[in-house]
């Protein structure tokens, strides 16, 4: 029997939404649609099938939320565009596709968790607020139940966010509802004060409170880490917080005694001492230099060239604590592009599990066993 992967980390968005994403652009290289049929065409390489005689097959993904132009304010649309997501999303889930959405009725089942965009900043108040019309747009505790966490990104925000008195409270509120908070920042380009500020931010959410309120928070590597507490909340740093990949690479020492690369690792293994860390192996395309379709990149050169960074995340976290992601389709714009990136990073990943040397019941909580248990997530 092949091992399921659950891709913990993937964004969707039809060519209708593209004018709601922050981020968009006409000349961008994801100004197109990126909905499930694109993302079966990417990992096509792969089956679905558990019957299939390969060695791996795709179960299913986790969504994150896309970073639509939204505000923490709910005046004017501040709140309407991320909403709009998630009756995106719930169309998916059922199965009653819009025309030209770029999904059917048969990819109902691959979307086994939904993690949105809520306004955390605002508190537990405003959070109450905006998560009932959550709810409101799932339109069924079937779907509802998918909700697995939310994410606010804070990667592109000024410094001391994180610090507020209302955003540490609005995470203890997201513990107290047993959701995950997918925290993400960059340090390659926001630079690592974001990070050093998501460590103290962590020491506020968990010193000194009940184990019911703690957050569960994902990190993910290289883009987010996965920091979470197994029950009742979660905080996800996601991409193993964009970590400067692109540092000169003579031999292991040109890294490991690097100012950029020792604050990071020093950083991150304190963010692993909280019980319920998780980090997800996602992202690296982004922060990596960038690949072309037309030649294939040596992947043993980038498992030996990311190896220091991601042995840091197993000593610091544990197997037990990392769970693979593709960061899709974000993974196509360094990866080389939709037909080749994803199963390049899969493969990747699959180099750096070879190199740590785990066993095959760790390989297998990697490639989903681990991200079922931080999001509580049914397969």
Known sequence: MPTPIIDSHIHLFPESHLPTLAWYGP???????????????????????????????LRGFIFLETDRISSVDESGRGWYHALDEVSFLTRIITGEPAPGEGHKDVDRELCLGLVPWAPVPGGPAVLEKYMAQVQERTRTEEVFKKVRGVRYLV????????????????????????????????????GLWQLREAAEMMKKVYHAVEKKDRVKLIISMPAPLVVSYPIPNELSLDHLCKPNLRLP?????????????????????????????????????????PFV?????????????????????????????????????????????????????????????????????????????????????EV
């Not at 990667?155 to 908070?181: H, N, S, T, Y």
């Open 155 to 190: 990667q592109d925000k000024p410094r001391g966010v994180m610090l507020e008195a209302d955003f540490i409270e609005g995470l203890k509120w997201l513990g107290r509802k047993q959701l995950i908070f997918d925290l993400g920042v960059d340090a390659r380009q926001g």
């Open 249 to 289: 690479f003579s031999s292991p020492d040109s890294i490991a005694t690097h100012p950029d690369f020792l604050e990071w690792s020093s950083l991150v293994t304190a963010m692993a001492q909280h019980p319920s860390t998780y980090m997800k192996l996602s992202g690296g395309f982004s922060e990596l230099p």
């Open 27 to 57: 000349d961008g290289p994801l100004g197109s649609q990126h909905s499930i049929d694109e993302y079966r065409l990417a990992t096509a390489s792969t089956p679905t099938s558990p019957e299939s005689t390969q060695a791996l097959h």
């Open 293 to 377: 379709a037309e030649s294939e990149p040596d992947i043993a050169s980038l498992v030996e060239q990311t190896r220091l960074w991601t042995d840091v995340i197993f000593d610091a976290f544990g197997p037990e604590r990392v769970m693979f992601g593709s960061d899709w389709p974000v993974c196509n714009v360094g990866g080389g592009g939709n037909a080749v990136a994803w199963r390049r990073w899969k493969s990747v990943v699959e180099g750096i599990l070879e190199k740590r040397g785990l066993t095959q019941d760790q390989k297998e909580g990697v490639w989903g066993g681990v991200a079922v248990k931080a999001y509580g997530i």
